[in-house]
Protein backbone atom coordinates (compact mmCIF):
# COMPACT_ATOMS: atom_id res chain seq x y z
CA UNK A 1 0.00 0.00 0.00
CA UNK A 2 1.05 3.67 -0.53
CA UNK A 3 1.06 7.10 0.98
CA UNK A 4 0.37 9.15 -1.80
CA UNK A 5 -1.21 12.49 -0.73
CA UNK A 6 -0.16 15.94 -0.72
CA UNK A 7 2.05 15.94 2.43
CA UNK A 8 5.33 16.15 1.92
CA UNK A 9 7.54 13.20 3.82
CA UNK A 10 7.11 13.43 7.38
CA UNK A 11 10.75 13.69 9.61
CA UNK A 12 10.47 10.78 11.56
CA UNK A 13 13.40 10.70 14.65
CA UNK A 14 14.14 6.96 16.15
CA UNK A 15 15.18 6.39 19.41
CA UNK A 16 16.75 2.18 19.43
CA UNK A 17 19.14 0.53 21.56
CA UNK A 18 19.74 -2.42 19.94
CA UNK A 19 19.71 -4.45 16.61
CA UNK A 20 17.34 -1.74 14.80
CA UNK A 21 15.05 -4.57 12.72
CA UNK A 22 12.46 -2.11 13.30
CA UNK A 23 14.23 0.99 12.05
CA UNK A 24 15.40 -1.61 9.09
CA UNK A 25 11.77 -2.18 8.67
CA UNK A 26 10.36 1.49 8.48
CA UNK A 27 13.63 2.30 6.04
CA UNK A 28 12.39 -0.48 3.92
CA UNK A 29 8.61 1.01 3.84
CA UNK A 30 9.85 4.28 3.17
CA UNK A 31 11.73 3.26 0.45
CA UNK A 32 9.02 1.33 -1.15
CA UNK A 33 6.85 4.22 -0.99
CA UNK A 34 4.58 2.79 1.79
CA UNK A 35 4.89 5.65 4.27
CA UNK A 36 5.12 8.91 2.89
CA UNK A 37 8.43 9.84 5.08
CA UNK A 38 11.88 10.23 6.35
CA UNK A 39 14.16 9.61 8.80
CA UNK A 40 16.19 12.67 9.78
CA UNK A 41 17.89 11.49 12.69
CA UNK A 42 18.66 8.33 14.66
CA UNK A 43 19.41 7.97 18.89
CA UNK A 44 20.26 5.32 20.22
CA UNK A 45 20.52 4.72 24.71
CA UNK A 46 23.30 2.04 24.04
CA UNK A 47 26.61 2.65 22.43
CA UNK A 48 28.04 0.58 19.40
CA UNK A 49 24.78 -1.35 18.98
CA UNK A 50 24.08 -2.65 15.03
CA UNK A 51 21.01 -0.42 15.20
CA UNK A 52 23.44 2.78 15.07
CA UNK A 53 25.24 0.77 11.95
CA UNK A 54 22.40 0.33 9.96
CA UNK A 55 21.77 3.96 10.12
CA UNK A 56 24.98 4.97 9.38
CA UNK A 57 24.80 2.87 6.55
CA UNK A 58 21.71 4.98 5.29
CA UNK A 59 23.03 7.94 5.85
CA UNK A 60 21.52 8.95 8.69
CA UNK A 61 22.96 10.90 11.78
CA UNK A 62 23.22 9.64 14.30
CA UNK A 63 23.39 10.19 18.30
CA UNK A 64 24.46 7.83 21.24
CA UNK A 65 22.74 9.14 24.46
CA UNK A 66 23.40 6.99 27.69
CA UNK A 67 21.02 7.17 30.69
CA UNK A 68 23.68 6.87 32.68
CA UNK A 69 24.79 10.41 31.89
CA UNK A 70 22.25 12.15 32.83
CA UNK A 71 20.82 12.98 36.27
CA UNK A 72 17.18 11.34 36.63
CA UNK A 73 14.65 10.95 33.83
CA UNK A 74 13.61 14.43 33.27
CA UNK A 75 17.39 15.55 32.42
CA UNK A 76 17.44 12.03 29.91
CA UNK A 77 14.18 13.35 28.17
CA UNK A 78 15.60 16.90 27.59
CA UNK A 79 18.78 15.91 26.35
CA UNK A 80 17.59 13.52 23.54
CA UNK A 81 15.18 15.94 22.89
CA UNK A 82 17.46 19.13 22.55
CA UNK A 83 19.56 16.67 20.33
CA UNK A 84 16.65 15.89 18.23
CA UNK A 85 15.98 19.56 17.76
CA UNK A 86 18.35 20.63 15.01
CA UNK A 87 17.27 17.75 12.85
CA UNK A 88 13.60 19.51 13.25
CA UNK A 89 11.40 15.77 13.39
CA UNK A 90 7.86 15.69 13.93
CA UNK A 91 7.38 12.66 15.42
CA UNK A 92 9.42 10.47 17.22
CA UNK A 93 9.34 6.93 16.91
CA UNK A 94 10.89 4.56 19.61
CA UNK A 95 12.01 1.40 17.79
CA UNK A 96 13.06 -1.12 20.52
CA UNK A 97 14.47 2.18 23.27
CA UNK A 98 14.23 0.09 26.33
CA UNK A 99 14.83 3.56 28.17
CA UNK A 100 11.76 5.32 29.91
CA UNK A 101 11.21 8.68 27.50
CA UNK A 102 10.01 11.89 29.58
CA UNK A 103 9.42 14.10 26.68
CA UNK A 104 8.71 17.30 27.20
CA UNK A 105 5.68 19.06 27.40
CA UNK A 106 5.63 20.64 23.57
CA UNK A 107 6.29 16.93 22.74
CA UNK A 108 3.40 15.62 23.76
CA UNK A 109 1.19 13.69 21.63
CA UNK A 110 4.55 13.28 19.40
CA UNK A 111 6.30 10.49 20.61
CA UNK A 112 4.69 6.60 19.58
CA UNK A 113 6.21 3.43 20.98
CA UNK A 114 5.64 -0.67 19.22
CA UNK A 115 5.58 -2.91 22.08
CA UNK A 116 4.97 -6.90 20.88
CA UNK A 117 2.61 -7.85 22.64
CA UNK A 118 -1.54 -7.01 23.02
CA UNK A 119 -2.08 -4.05 25.78
CA UNK A 120 -3.31 -3.77 28.03
CA UNK A 121 -4.61 -7.46 28.42
CA UNK A 122 -1.15 -8.79 27.75
CA UNK A 123 0.22 -7.64 31.02
CA UNK A 124 3.47 -8.41 29.98
CA UNK A 125 4.57 -4.81 29.64
CA UNK A 126 6.71 -2.34 31.64
CA UNK A 127 10.02 -2.37 33.42
CA UNK A 128 11.91 -5.52 32.52
CA UNK A 129 9.32 -6.58 29.68
CA UNK A 130 11.30 -6.74 26.32
CA UNK A 131 12.54 -8.91 23.50
CA UNK A 132 12.02 -12.54 24.86
CA UNK A 133 10.96 -12.07 28.02
CA UNK A 134 7.92 -10.85 27.12
CA UNK A 135 6.90 -13.95 24.96
CA UNK A 136 7.71 -15.63 27.37
CA UNK A 137 5.43 -14.09 29.41
CA UNK A 138 2.84 -14.65 27.08
CA UNK A 139 3.11 -18.24 26.56
CA UNK A 140 3.78 -18.83 30.09
CA UNK A 141 -0.07 -17.11 30.91
CA UNK A 142 -1.93 -19.92 28.30
CA UNK A 143 -3.03 -17.34 26.18
CA UNK A 144 -4.15 -18.20 22.61
CA UNK A 145 -2.97 -15.10 21.13
CA UNK A 146 -0.53 -12.72 20.88
CA UNK A 147 0.14 -9.52 19.05
CA UNK A 148 1.71 -5.76 18.96
CA UNK A 149 0.92 -2.16 20.01
CA UNK A 150 1.28 1.11 18.84
CA UNK A 151 0.91 3.15 21.45
CA UNK A 152 1.27 7.30 21.93
CA UNK A 153 4.23 7.43 24.68
CA UNK A 154 2.79 9.32 28.01
CA UNK A 155 4.78 9.58 31.17
CA UNK A 156 4.22 5.89 31.87
CA UNK A 157 6.47 2.89 30.28
CA UNK A 158 4.44 1.20 28.06
CA UNK A 159 1.60 2.69 28.71
CA UNK A 160 -0.52 5.96 27.13
CA UNK A 161 -3.39 5.48 24.38
CA UNK A 162 -3.56 2.73 21.96
CA UNK A 163 -3.13 3.86 18.25
CA UNK A 164 -3.52 0.50 16.65
CA UNK A 165 -2.74 -3.31 17.34
CA UNK A 166 -2.25 -6.23 15.28
CA UNK A 167 -3.14 -9.71 16.82
CA UNK A 168 -1.47 -12.72 15.87
CA UNK A 169 -2.00 -16.81 17.31
CA UNK A 170 -0.04 -18.44 19.65
CA UNK A 171 0.47 -22.11 17.98
CA UNK A 172 1.03 -25.15 19.70
CA UNK A 173 4.76 -25.94 20.33
CA UNK A 174 5.63 -22.13 20.14
CA UNK A 175 8.58 -21.02 22.21
CA UNK A 176 9.43 -17.85 22.59
CA UNK A 177 11.77 -17.53 19.69
CA UNK A 178 8.71 -18.60 17.08
CA UNK A 179 6.35 -16.64 18.88
CA UNK A 180 8.98 -12.95 18.53
CA UNK A 181 9.28 -14.16 14.57
CA UNK A 182 5.43 -14.09 13.79
CA UNK A 183 4.71 -11.05 15.64
CA UNK A 184 7.78 -9.05 14.53
CA UNK A 185 6.39 -9.84 11.07
CA UNK A 186 3.16 -8.29 12.35
CA UNK A 187 4.89 -5.46 13.81
CA UNK A 188 7.01 -4.84 10.15
CA UNK A 189 3.29 -4.10 9.01
CA UNK A 190 1.65 -2.50 11.78
CA UNK A 191 3.99 0.04 12.62
CA UNK A 192 3.64 1.95 9.31
CA UNK A 193 -0.29 1.36 9.32
CA UNK A 194 -0.54 3.27 12.55
CA UNK A 195 1.81 5.90 12.07
CA UNK A 196 -0.33 6.32 8.59
CA UNK A 197 -4.01 6.39 10.86
CA UNK A 198 -2.00 8.50 13.79
CA UNK A 199 -0.85 11.03 11.52
CA UNK A 200 -4.22 10.96 9.59
CA UNK A 201 -6.13 11.70 12.58
CA UNK A 202 -4.12 14.37 13.73
CA UNK A 203 -3.33 17.24 11.30
CA UNK A 204 -3.31 20.12 14.10
CA UNK A 205 0.19 17.97 15.38
CA UNK A 206 1.31 17.38 11.73
CA UNK A 207 1.17 19.70 9.17
CA UNK A 208 3.76 19.05 7.42
CA UNK A 209 7.19 20.84 7.40
CA UNK A 210 6.49 23.76 5.10
CA UNK A 211 3.50 24.27 6.58
CA UNK A 212 1.66 25.40 10.22
CA UNK A 213 4.02 23.27 12.60
CA UNK A 214 1.13 23.11 15.14
CA UNK A 215 0.47 23.90 18.33
CA UNK A 216 3.08 21.77 20.40
CA UNK A 217 1.74 22.78 23.60
CA UNK A 218 -1.47 20.57 22.69
CA UNK A 219 -2.10 17.72 24.64
CA UNK A 220 -4.65 14.68 25.61
CA UNK A 221 -3.63 13.14 21.87
CA UNK A 222 -6.04 9.33 21.53
CA UNK A 223 -6.41 6.67 19.44
C1 LIG B 1 10.25 -5.00 18.83
O1 LIG B 1 9.79 -6.24 19.28
C2 LIG B 1 9.42 -3.90 19.40
O2 LIG B 1 8.11 -4.29 19.65
C3 LIG B 1 10.14 -3.56 20.65
O3 LIG B 1 11.51 -3.73 20.34
C4 LIG B 1 11.63 -4.70 19.34
C5 LIG B 1 12.46 -4.21 18.21
O4 LIG B 1 13.75 -3.98 18.57
N1 LIG B 1 9.81 -2.25 21.09
P1 LIG B 1 14.82 -3.95 17.38
O5 LIG B 1 14.25 -3.15 16.28
O6 LIG B 1 15.03 -5.38 16.99
O7 LIG B 1 16.04 -3.33 17.99
Redesign the pocket.
Known amino acids: MTDAGDRPPLPLAVL??????????LLATIAAGGLAARVVVVVSSVPG???LAVAAAAGIPIVTLRRRDAADDDAYGAAIFAALAPFRPELVL?????RRLAAPPAWTGRVL????ALLPESGAAGPGF??ER?HAAVLASGATESG?TVHVVDEGYDTGPIVLRARVPVRPGDIPATL?AR??AA?CRLYPAAIRRYVAAHPELFAGEDGDDGDRRRDGADA
Request: charge should be neutral.
Open positions: LSGTGRTLESVRGLAGFLNIHPYGVAAVFE
